[in-house]
Structures are given as C-alpha cells and as structure tokens.
C-alpha cells in the first residue's frame, strides 16, 4: 500500500515521537511532533507486518494522536515510514557545549557530570513536559484486549529513543535500521568460543568496572515514585559521562539504554512512566560499551519495604549466581552450571526460567558460550583460562514457563507470579574466575542486602 500526497499539522506542542510498529513488534521512532510541523508530499510505505499508527486528520490535536493511533478508522490512510527513514534527534549536537551536573539521588554520592549540548538540556525539558502532556490520561495500556498475566501494565506512550554524542564510540547496530549487528550474525551458530588475549582482558577489565559505576547509581534512583524512565534517564547520562554507548539502546530496536524488569517481568523490561510502588522488586540491568567492548551486569532491588517471599526470592537468586561462579574454572562443561543453580532454586520452592541464558561476551554483545541456567541442559563446551561469559539467573516464585508481551521484548511469568534475577560477568583464569563487574565497595556485598 502506497501512501502520497498527505498533509499534516500538529496544533500542540508534544515531544513524543510518532511511532512504527516494527516487524517483531518493536517500537521505532518516526518523527518528532512539534507544534507547526508538516508534512506534505511525503512518501511511505505499509509492509504486511506493519500496523498503521497515525490516521491521517488535518488538523490533528498532538494530544489525540495516542489515541487515534490505536482507536482511529482502519480505512483511513495512515503515516509510516520507510526502514530508512532517517531520523533527527531533538538533541542534536550543536556548536556550543556545556557542563550538566546531576546530583544524585543520595546523600553523600556527590555529582554525575557529563558534556553535552544546550539542545540535550531542552531535551531534558521535553522530557518533563512529556510527562507532563500524558499525566491526566489514564488510558496509557498500548494493547487494549491484551490479557495479561500478571498485574503490572505499561505506561505508554514511551518518550523518544536518547540521543548519544557523536564523539563515543558506538556498536555497529547502533545506526542500523533495524538494529542487527553484522558482526554478530556473522558468527550465528558458531560454538567456537573465543579465548581472550591480554590486550583484550584490559579493555573487559575497564569497561566492567565503567558498568559498575553506571549500577550502582542507577541503585540510588531505587525508591518508591520513581519511575523506571527517570532511571533510564539518569543511566543514559551516566553512561554518556563515562563515554559510554548504553548498549541496549537500539539493539534490535531496543528503545531504551538499560531493561527495567518490576515483579513477574523476567527480563527486558523496557523503561516507561510506571512510578515504583512500594514492595515492588525491580532488575536494573546494565550494559555499556567501551573502546571496543561491552561489559554486562544486573541486580535485583527492594522498592520500599519488601514482604518476606519477596527476600527470600531475591536472596535465593542471588545465592544461586553466586553457588554458579564459586564452581567456575578450567575444565568444567558449561552445562554443569545449570544443575548447580536449579538443585539450590528448588531446594528453596523456586523454578529457573529456561527461555534466556548467559552468555559469551567482549567485542559482540551475545556470542557463544551459551550458558543455560536449568539442570540436564545440552549446552557445548568446556571452561578454559581467557573465556569471558556471563551468568544470569532468572529464579521465579512459580512455574518456569514465560510469554513475551507484544511490544516483543517484556519477558513475564506465565502464571503472573515475581521474578528475580542477578548477573555478573566473568573471567576464566587458571585456577578459578574473577568476577569483573563485582562491586567494588561495601566487600562487594549487592545492593539488596543493605536494604533488607
């Protein structure tokens, strides 16, 4: 279906973006809607896998285009974009840059600073006023009929995908359409895991310890109110600060810088308006990249004051990870680690998800080993000194089995019940492993324990 010839004007300043429903169901953004904007002659394309987001109304209230583009006549034509469509962030770089200065969210943590542009501060006040122009509207559940398995809901529509300064190092899927790293389906299907050398070691080392920093601030946001997209918000900064690419941010369309997972989301739950209630448990989980590499870690937190299944779920979890690294070293068959974890998960009334696992990881994202986390598993390979790999438990209070909500990503509990999750990333060495993104204060206790 070809669309032509169409003209529209926004009458209300808005910062959200028009969005495409993308084959998989992720989100893309299209364009900005700002007051007096048009759009004439313009061309686009409907796919068969494409869903129409905006009838075409002239004029149309900014206001309205959330609820025309889920509730508007099928028959009415509708604007999409080509995969191509080049899109401007609203925070472009420009000529005359400045220092902006965050003060985080607990006392005594002092400043998070970053570079960035007058235009990235107008985006922090779009931001507001986005937030701001949706406040009143309680209809924010972006697929009406949807039955869902639990009580969490989004919070839609989602603010525009962050703009990362030009001058930081980024992924090759970082300006992909579609999100796909070439350098990874390149090596789809491979069991060769890659064994390290010491120029490589260092850039993990780093880039590890820069992921570390990012969590533990993002650790500070923890409360009840917040909202995961502030945490987002403040996680985009603090990556950006440390010349950081959050890593999830457009990888395969991923639409934010870190997965936010509250109660029964497994994992990669995306950031939105949803503020944090009190006996919540929240994964944030953190990856960046850094000259080259990416380093990978999550941890689950109380929001408020957590309910006794709630600490016990959590502590299992993050027992289960830890009884999984103290038998890490040379010589150990990668599928050894989910008979670990799963015998101390049910030992405890719990299940281990099956569906997602850890993972090889340095210059790809994802790459082999695959690391299951459930017993009996046929994974490929044996430990050796220089592999790096993550392990990622996702514990549930439960039934093991997941769904994936529509957006694609919003991994859930089919029974609706919570979930937890802990994840470090590790360094095989000749006698054993050192954990690279263990917390480097506190004797490396996690953040959980000091809320209890």
């Not at 025309?68 to 000529?95: D, E, T």
């Not at 010349?243 to 990888?251: H, Q, T």
Request: proline content about 7%.
């Amino acid at each position: 279906m070809r669309v032509e010839q169409l003209s529209l004007v926004v009458t209300h300043t808005c910062p959200y973006m028009a969005l495409r429903w993308q084959p998989y169901c992720n989100f893309y953004p299209v364009m900005s809607l700002q007051k007096g904007t048009h759009i004439s002659r313009w061309r686009g394309f409907l796919q068969p896998t494409d869903r129409p987001l905006l009838p075409v109304s002239t004029p149309i209230d900014c206001g309205q285009a959330w609820r025309l583009s889920r509730h508007g006549n099928a028959k009415q034509k509708a604007v999409v974009a080509r995969p191509n469509f080049n899109v401007q962030p609203v925070s472009s770089s420009g000529s005359k840059a400045h220092t902006f200065a965050l003060r985080s969210a607990s006392k005594g943590a002092g400043l998070l600073t970053s570079r960035c542009t007058k235009k990235q501060v107008e985006e922090d006040k779009n931001q507001v006023e986005a937030k701001n122009c949706v406040e009143n509207d309680t209809n924010t559940d972006p697929w009406p009929g949807y039955r869902y398995t639990g009580r969490l809901r989004p919070h839609y529509p989602l603010t525009p995908m962050r703009h990362v300064p030009g001058n930081i190092e980024r992924p090759d899927y970082a300006d992909h359409p579609l999100g796909m790293s070439e350098s990874e389906q390149s090596l789809k299907g491979t069991s060769q895991i890659k064994i390290l050398s010491a120029e490589d070691i260092e850039g993990m080392t780093v880039v590890c310890k820069l992921a570390r920093e990012v969590l533990d601030i993002a650790a500070l946001m923890v409360k009840p109110g917040m909202t995961t997209e502030e945490i987002d918000y403040t996680v985009h900064l603090a990556c950006t600060a440390r010349n950081c690419y959050p890593s999830p941010l457009n990888y395969y369309n991923f639409p934010k810088s870190c997965c936010t997972s509250v109660n029964e989301v497994i994992c990669h739950g995306i950031p939105d308006r949803r503020p944090l209630v009190d006996g919540d448990i929240l994964n944030v989980d953190i990856t960046v990249y850094h000259n080259g590499f990416h380093g990978d870690l999550n941890e689950t937190f109380f929001v408020g004051e957590a309910d006794e299944g709630a600490k016990k779920l959590v502590q299992t979890t993050f027992e289960c990870l830890m009884q999984a690294i103290d038998s890490v070293k040379p010589g150990i068959r990668y599928r050894e680690l989910g008979n670990i974890i799963q015998k101390h998960a049910q030992a405890n009334g719990f299940s281990v998800v099956r569906s997602y696992c850890g993972h090889g990881i340095h210059k790809l994202f994802h790459t082999a080993p695959n690391v299951p986390h459930y017993a009996k598993n046929k994974a490929v390979g044996v430990i050796k000194p220089g592999h790096v790999f993550t392990i990622e438990p996702m514990i549930c209070e439960g039934g093991w089995q997941d769904e994936t909500w529509p957006d694609g990503w919003t991994a859930v509990t089919r029974d609706g019940k919570r979930s937890a999750q802990f994840e470090h990333t590790l360094l095989v060495t000749e006698t054993g492993c050192d954990i690279l993104t263990r917390r480097l204060d506190d004797n490396g206790r996690p953040h959980f324990l000091n809320q209890i």
